[in-house]
């Protein structure tokens, strides 16, 4: 296993930077971003109060190391843990509009994982969420055809405490390079990404992406929640919630907790169904262009 880290303290000096005035972009540029470059940041979703809650009701959690890394550690399932801030962020209004106009569905939360990458953590492989036939890691719920996942960063990411890193399109790509189950140390045309705390990053699950590795001498802490519609299921059954485990959720985050086989799919579709529609603006290109502002969180 290649334990080495991704990128040197020099090369981060250097690092190609996102320079998109993220606060000033419109929903339909937020869904362009997300659409085209393969993710969007949308900042300060989080107020000082609910960063605080969250904090504390993570570092109470046991964390667990990844194989390559003692430095780089998490909890999953956190909707069952008694950290009541961080799973209201699961039903959080200006987000769940958001994602509600990018699908135009409803939503199912597939998963919602504290991440912590303490110092010498060596940087995360370049990777996708996407394994359209299932993975050892991932398992089936990965082969939702439609997915994206939500990066809440409780700390501030600077260039030397793990910043996100993505390498814009690549989702795009129909090469063999692009193969979902392909993974890389770096790339020359990885891009660095920083924020303030309290503000999301939003993937596409088929972008490669990852993180750099932290440098500095505090941990970078992460909420990640994610999120597929209604109609993308997995591939085959995978194991469902505990209903009396859902029904202790606060009542504004139960319906994102339906079945996780949910569904909508017509494997009989015939060449022309009856009374097909004319319009569809989720298509249409001009989904980029609407001039509706940015919501304030």
């Known amino acids: 296993?290649?334990?080495?880290?991704?990128?040197?303290?020099?090369?981060?000096?250097?690092?190609?930077?996102?320079?998109?005035?993220?606060?000033?972009?419109?929903?339909?540029?937020?869904?362009?971003?997300?659409?085209?470059?393969?993710?969007?940041?949308?900042?300060?979703?989080?107020?000082p109060t609910q960063l605080d809650s969250i904090r504390a009701e993570l570092s109470r959690l046991p964390t667990t190391a990844v194989d390559y890394s003692e430095h780089q550690r998490g909890h999953s399932n956190v909707q069952w843990t008694d950290s009541p801030t961080a799973i209201r962020a699961i039903a959080l209004p200006a987000m769940i509009e958001f994602l509600t106009t990018l699908f135009g569905d409803e939503l199912v939360c597939t998963a919602c994982d504290f991440a912590l990458s303490q110092p010498g953590h060596p940087g995360i492989a370049i990777h996708t969420d996407a394994q359209p036939y299932g993975s050892k890691i991932f398992g089936l719920g990965a082969s939702s055809p439609?997915?994206?996942?939500?990066?809440?960063?409780?700390?501030?990411?600077t260039p030397e405490r793990s910043p996100f890193k993505v390498i814009p399109r690549s989702h795009l790509s129909l090469h063999s390079d692009g193969n979902p189950y392909r993974r890389y140390l770096s790339h020359d045309d990885e891009e660095m990404v920083t924020c303030r705390a309290g503000s999301?990053?939003?993937?596409?699950q088929k972008v490669f992406h990852a993180n750099y590795p932290n440098y500095s001498d505090s941990d970078r802490r992460l909420l990640a929640i994610a999120y597929r519609p209604a109609w993308a299921g997995p591939i085959g059954e995978v194991p469902d919630h505990d209903?009396?485990?859902?029904?202790?959720?606060?009542?504004?985050?139960?319906?994102?907790?339906?079945?996780?086989?949910?569904?909508?799919?017509?494997?009989?579709?015939?060449?022309?169904?009856?009374?097909?529609?004319?319009?569809?603006?989720?298509?249409?290109?001009?989904?980029?262009?609407?001039?509706?502002?940015?919501?304030n969180p």
């Open 146 to 157: 439609c997915l994206v996942r939500v990066l809440y960063y409780l700390d501030d990411l």
């Open 1 to 47: 296993m290649d334990v080495s880290y991704t990128n040197s303290r020099e090369s981060i000096v250097s690092a190609k930077r996102a320079d998109t005035d993220w606060s000033s972009l419109t929903t339909a540029q937020r869904i362009r971003s997300i659409e085209l470059d393969g993710y969007v940041v949308i900042p300060d979703l989080l107020s």
């Open 243 to 295: 209903p009396e485990c859902v029904q202790k959720l606060p009542l504004e985050v139960q319906p994102f907790f339906r079945s996780l086989n949910t569904r909508a799919i017509n494997y009989d579709l015939p060449n022309r169904p009856d009374n097909m529609s004319h319009q569809a603006p989720g298509i249409s290109p001009e989904r980029w262009d609407r001039s509706r502002p940015a919501d």
């Open 200 to 204: 999301a990053v939003i993937i596409n």
